[in-house]
């Protein structure tokens, strides 16, 4: 198998080494790049657009409030930071709805070296930084200072709806 992956990449490179190229080539979105009769795309990771993923749930916060929360995280994928927006509706505390935004910080390994730990800090400090861990449903857990989850209950969760 190796040899005959080996033999394709040798065969690209001299396809693309053959063709003869009269000016620059023009670069275009997404890393295509065409040359007088070729196109082919450049591998650079950093062109990746970021996405967002939406979580919704019930979720412990501050004291033993509970609260409806819907959570967007935009990053290019869920093991490298990103911004946050997050809604939060305090059911039971007569609280308004609170609105935030900041960095969501993507921490691995911190107290298991495969859990995926996603901390939201505050762009205008209007809430303490927020932990949660995801859960092999893909959905998440808000955390304690110690990594612990804040309740045993398993209806407290936020579900990856996109």
Do not use: W
Request: glycine share 6%; hydrophobic share 45%; proline share 4%.
């Amino acid at each position: 198998m190796k040899r005959f992956l080996l033999f394709i990449v040798a065969a690209a490179t001299l396809t693309f080494s053959a063709c003869e190229s009269k000016g620059k080539p023009a670069p275009l979105p997404n890393g295509m790049v065409i040359e007088e009769d070729s196109i082919y795309f450049v591998n650079d990771s950093t062109m990746a657009d970021a996405q967002t993923f939406i979580f919704e749930g019930t979720s412990p916060m501050d004291g033993n409030a509970i609260a409806d929360v819907i959570l967007a995280v935009s990053t290019v994928n869920l093991n490298s930071d990103g911004t946050y927006t997050i809604t939060t509706d305090y059911v039971d505390e007569g609280i308004a709805t609170q609105n935030d935004n900041g960095d969501a910080l993507i921490l691995v390994g911190m107290n298991d070296s495969t859990a995926t730990i996603i901390e939201l800090v505050s762009a205008n400090n209007a809430m303490q930084p927020l932990t949660f861990i995801m859960m092999e449903d893909s959905s998440l857990v808000k955390v304690d200072s110690v990594g612990k989850p804040a309740s045993n209950n398993p209806n407290h969760k936020l579900n990856l709806i996109k």
